[in-house]
């Protein structure tokens, strides 16, 4: 039987997010302590936990069918590497960073400085696209010291909490790439491991809407009902049952998350009551 053969970070905070997502969508994986292949007991899958700077070479080599890896590494190792799908994970910010006491009007002021990175390709095409030529110094590994060592004027590097720049002396002043967990694919994935990918991609879709998502209870007045279902259109129309008290009836739908508390206002102003609110596992369109 085939399987699909997917890549996922050794360790870290990708790894973590990567193997409590692939919970989510009912993919049960075996696998020890420094364990650096595991099958799933369920789902035709194969897991490889490889470093995550590998992982681009592994797909485009048509080693591992897919991997889940952060979007910025794939920008910058696999750019011909397709994503199929965002997974909205493991969040972060390729940007520009500079000492404190130095000022900064705008990216014109990196014309003619060094640059420590360690996304050479990814600093190359933002600079092109600015029309900014600099001297990139390529660094493995703790870029943050550069500037205090004098080895350049400015690095660019991952931000996530920003602490780092903070211990090192730094300040963020322009962000390059807004990075999050992808789903991608191999150029060379067969027809058969594509078919379980497209079911695999089903599921994580059906966790991430549901992630998006909120199950709302509520009753309401049959006055009311027009006015209430204008305010929770759901994926159709919202459920309404008679409720045993004459006059009133339950209405239930499904709305944004990001758009929660506004809605719940816009209810209890025309007259809602008992409003219940549930999250979603998963949502199947």
Known sequence: ???LKIAVQKAGRLHDDSMKILNEVGVSIDNGKDQLKASARNFPLEVFYLRNGDIPQYLRDGVVDAAIIGENVLI???GDVAIVEKLGFSKCKV???IPKNTK???VKDLEGKRIATSYPNTVNQYLEKQNIKANLHIINGS???APNIGLADAIVDIVSSGSTLFKNN???VEVILNSE????ASPLIGEEQKNILNRLQFRLQSVLKGRQSK????NAPNEKLEEIIKILPGMKSPTVLPLAEAGWSSVHSVINKHEFWEIIDELKRVGAQGILVCPIENMVL
């Not at 967990?181 to 991608?184: E, H, I, K, T």
């Not at 199950?215 to 509520?218: A, G, N, S, T």
């Open 170 to 172: 730094l300040k963020e």
């Open 181 to 184: 967990a992808v789903l991608a």
């Open 76 to 78: 910058e190792k696999g």
């Open 104 to 106: 900064f009007k705008d």
């Open 143 to 145: 870029v943050e010291i």
């Open 95 to 97: 940007s520009v960073a």
């Open 215 to 218: 199950y709302v209870l509520l």
């Open 1 to 3: 039987m085939s399987k």
